[in-house]
């Protein structure tokens, strides 16, 4: 988890006092990254494979999915703080709106990446494109509409 | 909410016993279709202006977000039966399993569409591209990468 330690010009608000609603965890995402650290900043397509391992229960529903050599990845960033609505990127030092930002720091945390199919075997997938810790929690898989 | 009919082909599970993770309803969104039989098949971007209002506790959030012509917006389908696993949709009659459409109907319903921006005006921005239902819960907004 983060540290409660704010960068200079980051806002902080109270959360809500309960969720609206409850996403299952359907699988998990296996990367070669062990820590948020070691993450690359963006997932690039020639970036190395990665395997999401969709848990049995949903297998059926991967029926056609090799029809798509692009997928759409929802998955939850479960090491994230949700109370930032200004952040300030190290990278930068400029201080922006969260909705501004693809950070993992926001009200619901869930990421969005376009991968490509390396190959499927049962209810493994191997992509590449990704970016996130090793044993990130998946929530969807979606044909990609990008493009 | 969905009858419980099933059309043929069509395959649904057990659902988990608990949900993983909690997430918060951030805003709503207005369109012109009451109902989700009102609804376009897909958002387009010469389609109708709707409207995505964000509650007050994250206006801070909305900082730069100017800058950004498209943005990625996630929002909840409330109203979507989540245990299909395979579905047969009424336009091909052709059995598909979920995670190869982007059917509403999945175990986490959540929508990922790419709209342009018309304005913003305090917590409320003006967008074309939707195509969901008058008053679906909104979850994200995301500055758009897909291009």
Redesign the interface.
């Known amino acids: 988890m983060d540290d409660d330690s704010l960068r200079p010009g980051e ?1 902080s ?4 006092d ?9 699988g998990v995402i296996r990367t070669p990254w062990a820590t948020r650290g070691d993450c690359p900043k963006r997932g690039r397509p020639e970036g190395p494979v990665c395997t999401v391992e969709l848990d049995e ?9 090799e ?2 050599p692009r997928l ?1 990845i ?1 998955y ?1 960033m ?1 090491q994230s703080r ?1 109370d930032l ?2 952040q300030t990127p190290r990278s930068s030092g400029r ?8 950070s993992p720091v ?3 945390p ?1 990421a ?1 990446s ?1 991968v490509e199919v390396v190959g499927i075997e049962g209810t493994t997938i191997r992509v590449r494109g990704l970016d996130c810790v090793d044993g990130t ?1 998946l ?5 990609d ?3």
């Open positions: 806002v608000v109270a959360l809500p309960r969720t609206d609603a409850g996403v299952y965890f359907i229960r949903w297998r059926d529903a991967l029926l056609n999915l029809t798509h759409q929802l939850w479960h949700r609505v200004r201080t922006i709106g969260t909705f501004a930002l693809r926001r009200p619901n869930i969005s376009v929690p929530i969807d898989i979606k044909p509409r990008s493009v």
